[in-house]
């Protein structure tokens, strides 16, 4: 099974903006959503964005207007633009893949591979 490898966590003070970026093997995630999927201490996980294929993209109401994901196929990579960050943005963050069978899905339980984290701090 491929890993997804994320990069580009990191700490901020709120208001800041980080980069985060998924190395996608493309072979093998080209008919799949790329999503971005974070953790917080104690909490379930929660699906943060997704990007189909075609480019098509979905948000949850927490972070719409303020993230952003988009997908470089030349350079398989998935990547996700967080400005304005907020103390409750303070997560792990995964990259995860789910089959496009499922559509524009944020449910973290429709995604089959997962990468190992990249932790993302906004102190206030």
């Known amino acids: 099974q491929v890993s997804l490898v994320e990069s580009g966590g990191g700490s901020v003070q709120a208001g800041g903006s980080l980069r985060l970026s998924c190395a996608v093997p493309?072979?093998?995630?080209?008919?799949?959503?790329m999503g971005w999927v974070r953790q917080a201490p104690g909490e379930e996980r929660e699906g943060v964005a997704v990007?189909?294929?075609?480019?098509?993209?979905s948000y949850a109401d927490s972070v719409r207007g303020r993230f952003t994901i988009s997908r470089d196929v030349a350079k398989n990579t998935v990547d996700l633009q967080m400005n304005s960050l907020k103390p409750e943005d303070t997560a792990m963050y995964y990259c995860?893949?789910?089959?496009?069978?499922?559509?524009?899905?944020?449910?973290?339980?429709?995604?089959?591979?997962w990468g190992q984290g990249t932790q993302v701090t906004v102190s206030s």
């Open positions: 995860a893949a789910a089959s496009d069978t499922y559509g524009l899905t944020l449910r973290p339980q429709a995604y089959s591979d």
């Open positions: 493309g072979f093998t995630y080209s008919n799949y959503c």
């Open positions: 990007i189909e294929s075609d480019g098509d993209t």
